[in-house]
């Protein structure tokens, strides 16, 4: 298992992110090979997401590509090489609707991951 997705994974469950959704995209993206999706109740709580996750990738040593659209709290994506996450505020997540963008992309099993942490 990617160790990347693992340390995302886990960083973002920490901070009781909703509804996690990894897209392996592969050969389907140029961009990345895992897209995590998911979806916090309140500007605070997509900033402690997004923020948790810098953390874990700066401790363990993982380069952060890209943060945008942290101070809106709405959509903000984290780049961390081949993971890219979406951390949606929950009224943002259904217009967006990524997962049904990427609908080609098989599903990873978000509860194996944590269960391996």
């Not at 895992?34 to 900033?47: A, L, P, R």
């Not at 997540?93 to 991951?113: F, H, M, Q, S």
């Amino acid at each position: 298992m990617n160790e990347q997705l693992k340390l995302a994974v886990k960083a973002i469950d920490d901070k009781r992110a909703e509804q996690m959704v990894a897209l392996n995209v592969q050969g389907i993206s140029p961009v990345a090979d895992y897209f995590v999706i998911c979806h916090g109740n309140s500007e605070k709580q997509v900033q402690a997401i997004a923020h948790e996750l810098k953390k874990c990738a700066q401790e363990a040593n993982i380069e952060l590509k890209r943060l945008e659209g942290y101070d809106q709290a709405r959509w903000v994506l984290v780049d961390i090489g081949d993971i890219v996450v979406h951390v949606f505020h929950k009224d943002e997540r259904t217009y967006y609707n990524l997962e049904k963008l990427w609908g080609d992309a098989p599903r990873v099993d978000v509860g194996e991951i944590l269960s391996s942490c």
